[in-house]
């Protein structure tokens, strides 16, 4: 593996620094990161307060079965398909690994996750701008046999249409690619356009981080109908992790008594992102169709370059961004969370405003 490959994370790095300051006694707003700033819903405290006596021991390394079979019932799958992973990262670290193929398709602006873990795989990448009108052109126009999808979006919270889907579904099927969809924020679909989707060669990786509350506990799924690549999947967790860990999945067992909590966690940043372009009407181009993040292009405010941008803002006004540069080639860009309390975002839009001079 050639490390000078592997870039840190712009995210991680934010998060550093706002730390630093947070330590040296300074009032961060944090506007950087993709959690949730809920605590888990009441029913997975419980769950960890009645948990079974074995609960500090191994499961089996594709998971305990009362939840597989929870999961692969949301999903129409069976029991097989489904293995329990230390986070979704790892699961696609594991999918990614499984498969001979090695020339992937990103859909960015992305989660730079998807580009490293494919670089540790030692698979070539090539990068689609989602952004461009002809990108579905381009997407037809390149040489890939694997394409990674996420969607709703990190960082610009797009909900890929129906239509979307059919023409990316058609190329794919052309190119005979696998497809692996990443959809950790499903939950969080403002727009009513996500919709499930079948192909003969579809993986599905999710998790409960950000739905539910935990992104501490690390628990992710992978969802395979090949039981060849599943049996890779498997013996790779077997050997890597042995398995996700036993207190995370006692804690998420019974997932339609979590359902309550996640509608209102949903609920509540529906109204933080309306609240956003109510607050500051300038960012209403950027206003997501799901997720929590709106993705905004600071050239229209008369920035030159993002990463600038999210240093000045932190150093001048104690606000915590991600530079774009950090999901691709959008130099120009920010990504700004609001997955925060409420009054929490209102101090930051002002600030916002302030530094924008909006």
Partial sequence: MNFENIKPSKSVSILSKAKKLIEQGVDVIPLSVGDTHFPPPQSIVNNINNAPTNYS???????I???????ANKYNHTLENVTLTNGVK??????????RENKVAILEPAWLGYQTTA????????????????????????????????????PDG?????????????????????????????????????????????IITGG????????????GYIICNN????????????????CAPSISQYALLNLHKHEDSVYEFSKYYKENRDLVSNVIPEFEPYKPDGGFYYFIDVS??????????????????????????AYGNFPHYIRMSFSVDRKTLMNGLESLKSFCKL
């Avoid at 079965?65 to 999961?71: A, K, S, V």
């Avoid at 002809?134 to 990190?154: A, E, G, T």
């Avoid at 990316?168 to 499903?186: E, G």
């Avoid at 409960?208 to 628990?219: E, M, P």
Wanted: net charge positive.
């Fill in 90 to 99: 790892q699961g696609i670290f594991y999918v990614l690994q499984s498969l």
């Fill in 208 to 219: 409960f981080s950000k739905s539910h509350a935990v992104t501490g506990f690390r628990l």
């Fill in 300 to 325: 229209k405010f008369g920035f030159t370059d993002g990463d600038k941008f999210c240093n000045e803002i932190l150093d001048t006004h104690k606000i915590a961004l991600v530079p774009g540069s």
């Fill in 57 to 63: 021991h191994y499961t089996i390394s594709k998971g």
């Fill in 119 to 154: 670089t540790i795989c030692n698979k070539s990448t090539t990068s689609i701008n989602t952004h461009s009108k002809n990108w579905i052109d381009q997407l037809h126009k390149s040489d890939f046999n694997i394409l990674i999808l996420c969607s709703p979006n990190n």
């Fill in 158 to 202: 797009k909900v890929f249409s129906k239509d979307e889907i059919n023409n990316i579904l058609s190329i794919c099927k052309d190119k005979n690619a696998w497809v692996i969809f990443d959809n950790i924020y499903h939950v969080y679909d403002y727009s009513g356009k996500y919709k499930p989707f079948d192909y003969n060669k579809l």
């Fill in 227 to 242: 039981q060849e690549i599943n049996h890779k999947i498997d013996l790779l967790n077997q050997n890597i992790a042995t």
């Fill in 65 to 71: 079965e009362q939840l597989r079979h929870q999961i």
